[in-house]
């Protein structure tokens, strides 16, 4: 499913990450929400969004220091600052790092929402075309081209043969068993790799040119989405667990609940679990493969938690990133 757009939202305040991720969500796009400012600038460093909407009020990082990396990142990435802060001198400072616009809390869900289409909108209107330096669209770089023609699709494999600024010439080889050509104005995806992730796109064949071989001249993208590659595989394996969620400042949790893993990986786990824990929480886990002595622990970050896909005695799944965990696993997942 195509998207209006990617939207990061930054707030400490959980609870309205979830209201406003529903009803973007709902409108189309897809939200990816964290609470505290070092969250907001390394998912701006690993991932390409369209607009940021940040409180300037943030743990860890605040809004304003996370905003100064932001702009050393992506200087061109539009960012709504929505606050409760009434400093003067803090939003004239967010104002020099070129802000799109201001909201003031709290705000009306369907104005934030049409504030969000129409800064996305503008900056499309304004970078239509994609910088002629990027790594994406090097010649002969090799693409999976799905064209789409009505209720039938047709894929194949090809390659990059030119660019430039508005468009890019790809070479479509002919299958045996086709016959007619490929029209113009036909849709199209691509899809390329690259070492650390795989990126598709959506766009339409500008003009086609048929001899000495199918040369297919298309419109460059509006939107890019990436899918990362994962950096550890991951092992399917049952293996009792524990898990808690630290206090905001770092501090442990009281005490552990019993919890079961999905899988396993050297860089995270998946946990089955009976309550919903929000992305973006600290959580300590302890695995439990053999006895309760037998524990190899570990600390993560909740990347996405949804509901399990068979009713059981654990209703959630959470996907969980380790922050740090016991080199012991390594013998674990090796068994």
């Known amino acids: 499913m195509v998207t209006k757009g990617n939207v990061l939202v930054v707030d400490d305040e959980v609870n309205l990450c979830r209201i406003l991720g529903a009803k973007l969500a709902k409108s189309g796009y897809s939200v990816v929400a964290v609470h505290d400012g070092q969250q907001a600038v390394d998912k701006v460093r690993e991932s390409d969004f369209d607009v940021v909407l940040l409180d300037l009020i943030l743990p860890k990082m605040d809004g304003l220091a996370a905003l100064a990396e932001i702009r050393g990142m992506r200087s061109s990435l539009p960012v709504i600052v929505m606050t409760a802060c009434e400093n003067a001198e803090a939003m004239a400072q967010a104002k020099s790092y070129g802000v799109s616009a201001y909201v003031n809390k709290p705000f009306d869900l369907d104005n934030l929402v049409s504030l969000v289409s129409d800064t996305s909108a503008h900056r499309e209107s304004t970078s239509r075309g994609i910088p002629n330096a990027t790594v994406l669209f090097c010649v002969d770089q090799p693409v999976q081209i799905e064209i789409l023609n009505g209720g039938?699709?047709?894929v194949c494999?090809?390659?990059?043969?030119?660019?430039?600024?508005?468009?890019?010439?790809?070479?479509?080889?002919?299958?045996?068993?086709?016959?007619?050509?490929?029209?113009?104005?036909?849709?199209?995806?691509?899809?390329?790799?690259?070492?650390?992730?795989?990126?598709?796109?959506?766009?339409?064949?500008?003009?086609?040119?048929?001899?000495?071989?199918r040369l297919l001249i298309l419109d460059k993208p509006c939107v890019i989405y990436?899918?990362?590659?994962?950096?550890?595989?991951?092992?399917?394996?049952?293996?009792?667990?524990?898990?808690?969620?630290?206090?905001?400042?770092?501090t442990g949790p009281d005490s552990l609940i019993e919890g079961e893993t999905v899988d396993i990986s050297m860089g995270g786990v998946s946990l089955a679990v009976r309550e919903e824990i929000a992305a973006g929480e600290i959580v300590k886990i302890e695995l439990r493969p053999k006895t309760v002595e037998d524990v190899i622990h570990a600390m993560g970050e909740v990347v996405r938690s949804g509901r399990m896909s068979v009713a059981g005695q654990y209703n959630y799944v959470l996907a969980c990133k380790f922050t740090s965990v016991d080199e012991s696993l390594h013998e674990l997942l090796e068994y």
């Open 152 to 154: 039938n699709s047709r």
């Open 157 to 213: 494999s090809g390659w990059i043969r030119d660019k430039d600024d508005r468009t890019l010439t790809v070479v479509a080889p002919r299958r045996d068993d086709e016959t007619g050509s490929i029209k113009p104005r036909s849709q199209v995806k691509l899809g390329m790799a690259t070492t650390d992730a795989y990126y598709s796109f959506a766009t339409q064949i500008l003009r086609t040119i048929e001899a000495p071989e």
């Open 226 to 250: 990436r899918v990362q590659r994962r950096e550890h595989p991951r092992l399917a394996l049952r293996v009792p667990a524990a898990y808690g969620v630290c206090g905001k400042h770092g």
